[in-house]
């Protein structure tokens, strides 16, 4: 269960930024994830859950954003989401793409007071 390392990173993160910038108590965290890092939102959640325990993260609201894979196409530039491991591009098909979203984790925000 990778989400349980990356939970903790995300963790220790906000909560070094929350004390730096004097938040004692944090009411929400968006994650953004992207559809290859091939986490379970509710691993996720299960791990901030048991992490957050006794921190000033406790209780708040993970908010979980998925992306889709997207690839674009380096000879017509065209934008698409690959079907299953297809990922020749379906305008040209050319087999030269590269991906511009799916492969995201991070904290995109987090409030508190």
């Given at each position: 269960m990778h989400e349980?390392?990356?939970?903790k990173e995300l963790l220790d993160t906000v909560l070094g930024q929350a004390e730096i910038h004097?938040?004692?108590?944090?009411?929400?965290i968006k994650v953004v994830t992207g559809?290859?890092?091939a986490t379970m939102p509710e691993a996720l959640e299960?791990?901030?859950e048991t992490l957050?325990?006794?921190?000033?993260?406790d209780g708040a609201n993970l908010v979980i954003e998925n992306r889709?894979?997207?690839?674009?196409c380096r000879e017509c530039n065209h934008t698409f989401n690959p079907k299953k491991l297809?990922?020749?591009?379906?305008?040209?098909?050319?087999?030269?793409?590269e991906i511009i979203s799916g492969?995201?984790?991070?904290?995109?925000?987090f409030e508190g007071d």
């Open positions: 349980f390392a990356l939970v004097g938040i004692k108590k944090i009411k929400n559809e290859l890092t299960f791990s901030f957050s325990h006794n921190t000033s993260a889709s894979l997207q690839l674009q297809k990922y020749s591009c379906p305008e040209c098909t050319s087999k030269l793409t492969r995201e984790f991070f904290v995109e925000y």
